[in-house]
C-alpha cells in the first residue's frame, strides 16, 4: 500500500529492572537515512538496531530517540582502566611540567570524565527491551505513515482521472482539429496564388499534418497514467517509480504543447502540466 515518509511515533517498554522510551520523527528523504540519538550503554547494538529500522522502512530520514530509565539498585559503577591509565600517564606528565601543582585526590579523579561508568547490572535485558519499545514504536509509525499514504494516493489518483478526462476530450476533438489545420494550410496557400503541382502539394500537405498528429503523445499519457495506478494499488515501495513516470507525462505533455496547431491544445497541454506538477509535489512525500 502507498506509504507516506512523514510522521512521528512513540513506544514505550517497561520490564523490571528498565523503562525505555522510543520516539521517532520521519520526513522524506531520496533514502533510508536512520539517526540515533540513545546512551552509550546501548551504542553496541546499534547495528541490530539500525537493521531492525531497514527492515521496517526503505525511504526517509528517521530521527530516534532513545531514553532509558533504571530503577533502583539496577546499574552497577565500572571503572574504565583504559580511562583510568590515560588520565594517569597525563596526571604525570603535568606533574613533570608544574612539579609544585597540588596532586588530585582519589575522589577527584573518579570523577573524572569517562573513569566511572553506570553499566546496567542486566545489559541483555535492556537491550532486549530496547528492541522491544523499538518495535513498537515503528509499528505506531507505519500506520501512521500508511494513513498518510492513502491521502496522498488519493490525492494523486484525483489528479490522473482529471487527465484522462480532458484527454477523451482532447481525442474526440482530433480529427476536426486535423481537419481544420489541413484547411488552413490550404486557404495560405491558395492566397499566395502560385502553380503547384497537386501530387506534390498533397504530399507535403500530409507531411505537415503527420508532424502536427499528437495521437501517438495521447498513447503515451495513458499508458503512463495506467502505470500510476498501478504503482498506487501495488504493495511494493513506488516513490521512485512514481517519480520517474512524473518526469515522462511532463515529456509527452511538453511535446503535445509543441505539436499544438489549435488554441484549444495548447491550453490542454498547460493544464496536463499544471495537473502534473501537483502530484510531483505529493509524490515527493511517497515511501
Known amino acids: 500500500m502507498t506509504q507516506s515518509m512523514t510522521g512521528f511515533a512513540r513506544g514505550s517498554v517497561t520490564t523490571g529492572t528498565h523503562t525505555v522510551t522510543v520516539e521517532c520523527r520521519s520526513v522524506n528523504n531520496r533514502f533510508l537515512d536512520v539517526q540515533f540519538r540513545m546512551p552509550e550503554a546501548l551504542r553496541e547494538c546499534e547495528t541490530l538496531l539500525r537493521e531492525q529500522v531497514g527492515k521496517a522502512f526503505s525511504r526517509g530520514k528517521l530521527e530516534l530517540t532513545i531514553r532509558t530509565q533504571d530503577k533502583a539498585n539496577s546499574t552497577v559503577a565500572t571503572i574504565d582502566h583504559e580511562r583510568l591509565s590515560a588520565l594517569k600517564s597525563a596526571l604525570t606528565e603535568i606533574g613533570e611540567s608544574f612539579p609544585k601543582s597540588n596532586t588530585p585526590d582519589q575522589l577527584s579523579i573518579m570523577l573524572a570524565p569517562g573513569v566511572l561508568a553506570e553499566q546496567p547490572a542486566d545489559l541483555e535485558a535492556l537491550q532486549s527491551a530496547t528492541s522491544e519499545a523499538l518495535a513498537a514504536c515503528l509499528s505506531e509509525l507505519r500506520e501512521q505513515r500508511l494513513s498518510e499514504g492513502k491521502k496522498l494516493a488519493l490525492m494523486v489518483g484525483e489528479r490522473c482521472t482529471a487527465i484522462r478526462t480532458q484527454l477523451e476530450v482532447l481525442k474526440a476533438q ?15 496557400l491558395a492566397t499566395l496564388d502560385i502553380e503547384a503541382d497537386s501530387k506534390r502539394l498533397e504530399e507535403e500537405v500530409v507531411y505537415i499534418l503527420q508532424r502536427a498528429d499528437v495521437e501517438e503523445e495521447m498513447d503515451r499519457l495513458g499508458a503512463h497514467l495506467d502505470a500510476i495506478e498501478k504503482a498506487l494499488a501495488g504493495n511494493a515501495p513506488c516513490g521512485r517509480r512514481l517519480d520517474f513516470l512524473m518526469q515522462e507525462l511532463n515529456r509527452e505533455a511538453n511535446t503535445l504543447g509543441s505539436k499544438s496547431t489549435a488554441l484549444s491544445t495548447t491550453n490542454t497541454s498547460v493544464e496536463f502540466k499544471v495537473l502534473i506538477e501537483q502530484m510531483r509535489e505529493q509524490i515527493q512525500n511517497i515511501e
Open 174 to 188: 482530433l480529427p476536426e482539429l486535423l481537419t481544420a489545420h489541413r484547411e488552413k494550410l490550404l486557404s495560405r
